[in-house]
């Protein structure tokens, strides 16, 4: 981190406080996600994947429509720093 650019550090203070307060306040239990699990293993044919929560589904779904993955970038970007302009400090 000591060789990066503050703008750059800034972007990657502001990543980690996002990730931090998603998993403090919108994390699924641990609960729900094992019923899930165990539920898919006790299936004759389980599925590739089991979606335990519809929380990122308006994002996953951007991956299909958006051939060259731009608009689920920016979605994303906009996700973790609050859309706008993204740089230096900023809350």
Not at 49 to 63: E, I
Not at 72 to 83: K, P, S, T, W
Request: aromatic fraction near 8%.
């Amino acid at each position: 981190m000591q060789g990066l650019d503050a703008e750059t550090r800034g972007l990657y203070r502001r990543f980690l406080q996002h990730c931090q307060s998603l998993f403090r306040d919108t994390a699924q239990e641990v609960e729900d996600v094992l019923q899930a699990f165990l539920e898919a293993m006790g299936t004759p044919c389980p599925p590739l994947r089991r979606v335990t929560t519809q929380l990122f589904a308006p994002l996953s779904r951007l991956r299909l429509t958006s051939p060259d993955g731009s608009a689920y970038v920016q979605a994303m970007h906009d996700f973790v720093f609050g859309g706008g302009e993204a740089g230096g400090d900023q809350p």
